[in-house]
Each structure stands twice: as structure tokens, then as C-alpha cells.
């Protein structure tokens, strides 16, 4: 029998708290053993851990990540996903860091503290996404430069406003009190590096991800690096693929000599089975993110049986945009 969503989550809590209770016990009935140095560590690892779950279960979320390679559209997949434009896709824009899209009334934004000054830091309420957008780039601007003269651990941006698949529970078909996560997160290459491996990895950890390849970039020449790249990171998951999702996104570049793209995506799947060594053939998804950016920003983030607030200008300019 298939059970729901919520009898899995009061599930795992029950568990969870037994766990805890034992492990409670254990310490209690045998303080001196956890006296040693070494038991005593991994006790406060397991603690910080089990706390984390704890409140990771009072406050479940639906989270899904883009990775991928850079220019490869993960920004725009997100925007086009949520239905508005947060996330920096125009032209020199480059992602840094991590974003964090959280389905919220309150549009709402926080720049998480960083040990440099390098970019501003605090939160904001009550900005528009015109502005939500522009402080977003102006700290990935910040970011870059910075890093042109020492490393920097990237910024952690939070942005709590109303999403499209949460706006409307029948897209995601979630059951109530379960929230809507996006994160952006920048390059592959970007994940890996040491600075932020720890950061990003424990955002990718926790959501399924959206591995995003461009059209462009998996010519023959490109291909291999890349998917080495992409094994890498799929390591430090501890090889786990099956919550992530393929998707050889621009596929509008396609040239008229090109292989035709059955080929092309068949050639792809066999070629992430063999570097991630994978039990069977991935699914690989052909897709357009501008256009379905578009398409998405011209209804906005509304729930779908309700009247559009996109102003009508607003949704001409997104409709003329997909031409
Ligand atoms: N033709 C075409 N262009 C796309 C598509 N998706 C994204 N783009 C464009 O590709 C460029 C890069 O897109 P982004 O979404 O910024 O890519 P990214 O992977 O987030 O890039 P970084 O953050 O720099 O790693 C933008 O100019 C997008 O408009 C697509 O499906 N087709
Ligand atoms: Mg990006």
C-alpha cells in the first residue's frame, strides 16, 4: 500500500524520536564512556545533526537545486519554475553563491552575514522584484570582483516570496504545510571549489536537483570534461543520482546539420550511464528554459485558477519576448 506524504513524515518523526530517546539513554546510563574525547565529539555531531532533522521534519519542504555547467540556463530554469524574474539571467549576470527561492506572502530578502565586507549584508521588506532582482545582482557583481583578489566563501541569498508551483497546490500536488524551496546555485565548477564546497554541498545534499547541460556545450570537445566535472560532484553526493533530474536545456540552438536530437540525447544518456556509473539509462529531458520563462513570467506566480496579476503591458513585453 503507497502511503501518503504525511503518514511518511509522522512516521520518520516517531522514529526519529525514538532514536533520540535511546540515544539520550545511552549517555544517561553510561555517562563515563561518553567521557572520552573521541565518543564525546562524534555525540555532539550526532547532536547537531539530530537536531537539524528534528527541525528539518517541524518544518518539511519540498526543495529542488539547479547545477550544472555554466551559461547552461540553471538561472533561467528557475525563473522560468517559479514564475517571475529573481534569479540574474541577462547577459554578464553571472550566479555566484548560493540562492535560496523560499514560497512566501512576505517578499522578503536576506543577505546572510559574511565574515568580509565585500558585499551588503541585512534584510529588506516590501521590495519589488525589479528591486529583489538588482540587489541580487549587485551581490553577485560584488562577489566576483572580490574574488578577483582572494577567495571569498560565497553569499547566501534568501528570497521569501510567492511561488508559482506553491501558489498553486495542484502543480506540485503537495499536501498543506509542506513549503516550496528553489535554490540557484552557480556553475559546477563553482560547487566544487574548496571554499564552498561545504556550503553548497550541504544545499545540494537536501534537494533534488535539476542538472542542467547546455545544448552548445556538449559538443564532442566539451562533452567529457564536463560530465567528469558533474561525476565530482555527484561523488561528494555520495553518488546519489536518483534524485536528480537531466536536462539538456537550449535546444532551440540546435543547427539544421546537426545529429538529429533523438541521437543526440540517446548518446548523452549513455554517456552519464558510463561516467556515473549508473545501473540503467538516465532520463535525459530536451527543454527550453527561455521559452518557458517566458511563457511562465507572462501569467506570473498566481495560482492558475485565478484572474493573472501580471499587468497587461508586462505580459506583452514577456509574449513578444518569444518571438
Ligand atoms: N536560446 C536559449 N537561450 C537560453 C535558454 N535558457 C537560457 N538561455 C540564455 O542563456 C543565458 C545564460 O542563462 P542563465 O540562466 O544565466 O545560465 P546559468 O547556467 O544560470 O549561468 P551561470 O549562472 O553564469 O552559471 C541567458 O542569456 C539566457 O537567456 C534556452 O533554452 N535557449
Ligand atoms: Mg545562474
Known sequence: MLLSIESKLNHTCNLLNQLGNAVS?????????????????????????YQEAVQRLENPSFRIATIGTTFSGKSTIVNALIGRRIAPIEAGEMSGGVLTLKHSLEHRLAIAQAASSAWDTGEWTG?????????VCTVMHSYHDARK???????????????LPACDPFLLG???GIGVELIDLPKLKSVQDRTNLVTIQK??????????LGYMQVDDDHRKRLLEEL?????????????????????????????PLSLRIDKLKAEIKEVLSLQELPDVLPFNARFLYYAQCAWGAGALNKPSTVTQQTRLNFLMAMF
Open 25 to 49: 539513554s545511552l549517555v544517561n546510563l553510561s555517562p563515563d564512556i561518553f567521557g572520552d574525547p573521541s565518543i564525546e565529539s562524534c555525540l555532539e555531531e550526532f547532536v547537531n545533526v
Open 127 to 135: 521590495l519589488n522584484d525589479e528591486d529583489l532582482y538588482h540587489r
Open 149 to 163: 583578489k582572494r577567495e571569498y566563501v560565497a553569499p547566501q541569498v534568501a528570497a521569501y516570496i510567492p511561488l
Open 174 to 176: 503537495l499536501p498543506e
Open 203 to 212: 544545499q545540494v545534499n537536501k534537494a533534488f536537483s535539476l542538472v542542467s
Open 231 to 259: 561525476k565530482k560532484v555527484v561523488q561528494y553526493l555520495q553518488g546519489r543520482t536518483d534524485s536528480m533530474i537531466f536536462i539538456l536545456n537550449r535546444v532551440d540552438q540546435r543547427g539544421a546539420d546537426d545529429l
